[in-house]
Every structure is written in C-alpha cells, then in structure tokens.
C-alpha cells in the first residue's frame, strides 16, 4: 500500500491566486511527521514546512499553510497568493517516528506538479 | 556554509561499467540517504545509513551498493547489474533525535546517464 498518495499529476493557477495540493498518508504509528518539499526544474529540493501527529495547529510558513486533518490523513498544501516562482514539482512526504526517535524511514508521494500563469 | 555535497552533477557511464556518486555532509548529521528520481515519479528510497559502518536497503536496492565508513560521507556505487541506471541520483541527511523529528536536507542530484 503506498505510504503517501498525491492523486494530483498537475495543477494550475493563476498568479496571486491560492491553490490547493492534496496529499494523503497511511500509517499506523501513532507518531509521525508530515513534510512538504518543492523542486524547481534545478532538481534540488526546498523544505517548505512540516507538521507533527501531536500537533494542534496547522503549520504556517509565511505564504505556506498545511491543513492537516488527522481523523481523514491528510495534510494539504496550501499556498496563497501564487507566483510566477512557485512553478515546480511538489512532493509530500512522511516519516515514522519509530520508537520515540527519528530513525524511521522518508516516504514521499509521487509528486504535484504545479504551474503558476500570469 | 553547512550542507550537502554531491558529485559530479552530471555523469556519463558506458554500459556495463561500475560508477560511484558521492555524497559529503558537513551538517553531522547521523542519517544519510540516497534516493532515485525517474522523470514524473516520485523518490524511491535506494538505501539509507543510521550509523557509521551500518546500512539498509531501500526499496529498489538491487543492483546498488553503498558504504558508511565515514560520518559525513555515504557515497553510492552503480554497478553494472542495475538494469536501467539512467536516472536523477539524490543524497540526503537528517539528524537523529529521539521524540522530535526534522526535515532531512537535500543535495543538488547527480543525472546519470548510460551511453
């Protein structure tokens, strides 16, 4: 069963327009972390922001909110206000946190690709 | 500045050949991780490192080698019973906490090619 799901190939949005990426996760661990990663055509990858299992607030990080709904595993993308530079391939990703420690593996979802137009 | 090295950017590998990607961390990281990256798929996990002189296998290990001798080095070796190793090559590193987990960084990828 796959760990991550993006049922998203592609988005489109238009410029300073709020898009949406959807991300669902599977796990049985009760802890676990939740992450967002941006790549540019560059191939390097950007952390954007995470979220905890045993967080109560959705993270923020300035234009990126995740809208993490527990009960239905999933943790959504959220960027406001699009711009030209955020064009890229989007990936989500979760780790287990495998006996109170971060020695549990990354799994990321096959990724979003997202294109921003003027 | 602190990060991750990866090298060459771009190789070239005749059939048949071994080659070694390298990857070198100056973040003292525990955790590295090498993973593989085909156009419009997601990373798939090759073979990861929790400790020096130890490593496991990812996913699609086979074909692949890796060695830990170092902390801050995790270099990955192709070898020639990988099938189809034309591919975007990412290395990465995380600490290890116990009860807090962080976001693993990235290197800047080696696209292999075989000619």
């Known amino acids: 069963a796959q760990k991550i799901t993006q049922t998203q190939p592609g988005m489109f949005v238009q410029e300073k327009e709020a898009v949406t990426l959807d991300c669902t996760y599977d796990?049985?661990?009760?802890?676990?972390?939740l992450f967002w990663y941006k790549q540019p055509s560059s191939g390097e990858m950007i952390f954007l922001i995470y979220q905890g299992s045993y967080d109560q607030q959705n993270a923020t990080e300035g234009r990126y909110s995740l809208n993490f709904q527990k009960a239905r595993k999933s943790a959504n993308l959220v960027i406001s206000a699009s711009q030209l530079g955020d064009s890229a391939m989007y990936f989500c990703?979760?780790?287990?946190?495998?006996?109170?420690?971060?020695?549990?593996?990354?799994?990321f979802g096959r990724g979003t690709q997202l294109t921003v137009w003027p | 500045d602190g990060g991750i090295t990866q090298s060459p950017k771009y190789l070239f590998r005749k059939e048949g050949q071994n080659v070694t990607l390298s990857c070198e961390q100056n973040?003292?990281?525990?955790?590295m991780y090498w993973y593989r990256q085909d156009p419009g798929q997601g990373l798939r996990l090759i073979y990861y490192?929790?400790?020096?002189?130890?490593?496991q296998k990812g996913d699609i290990a086979e074909g692949y080698s890796v060695s830990r001798e170092k902390k801050e080095s995790f270099p990955l070796t192709v070898t020639s019973a990988q099938k189809n190793p034309t591919a975007f090559y990412l290395c990465?590193?995380?600490?290890?906490?116990?009860?807090?987990?962080?976001?693993?960084?990235f290197g800047q990828g080696t696209r292999l090619t075989v000619v």
């Open positions: 990465a590193s995380s600490i290890l906490r116990t009860g807090v987990n962080t976001e693993a960084f």
């Open positions: 796990t049985s661990d009760p802890s676990y972390g």
């Open positions: 990703a979760m780790r287990e946190t495998f006996r109170g420690s971060t020695l549990g593996r990354l799994y």
């Open positions: 973040l003292n990281h525990d955790a």
């Open positions: 490192s929790q400790i020096v002189n130890d490593f």
